[in-house]
């Protein structure tokens, strides 16, 4: 298991995140099967990719610059998906120097690999 250290957290959930979670604390005591739901759509309004949802394709929203390392929003996208893109970019911080560094270093160890094998790679969706 590798470390992972977490970004900042984005300025909209300082101000809220501590009676959210007391909140949901709360409500899950009353009632075991509650979920959670965004409550405020201007924090991670519907906007945000999810790449866990089963329509979700990465080619569909980003291109990779193999230059810096950087993931940018697909140019012929349309507007809303170029939108989504910059967002999910900007709050996970996909563009982060470590991580453009380390999209680097798999793609060069990828482009070595005269025998490679796409799935051993931790950036796959960069390198295909």
Do not use: H
């Not at 945000?48 to 140019?75: C, R, W």
């Not at 170029?82 to 900007?90: D, G, H, L, Q, V």
């Amino acid at each position: 298991m590798r470390k992972l250290i977490r970004n900042e957290q984005p300025e909209c959930l300082k101000t809220v995140s501590q009676v959210w979670t007391e909140d949901f604390v709360s409500a899950r005591n009353g009632n075991p099967i509650y979920k959670f739901s965004w409550r405020d759509k201007d924090c991670y309004d519907e906007s945000l990719l999810k790449p866990d949802v089963d329509d979700y394709q990465f080619d569909d929203y980003f291109i990779a610059n193999y230059k810096t390392g950087e993931l940018e929003p697909l140019p012929s996208a349309p507007d809303y998906s170029k939108y989504r893109a910059e967002i999910t970019i900007r709050l996970y911080g996909l563009n982060i120097a470590a991580r453009n560094k380390a999209r680097i270093r798999e793609m060069e160890r990828f482009i070595r690999d005269s025998q490679a094998f796409l799935d051993d790679y931790k950036y796959r969706f960069f390198l295909e």
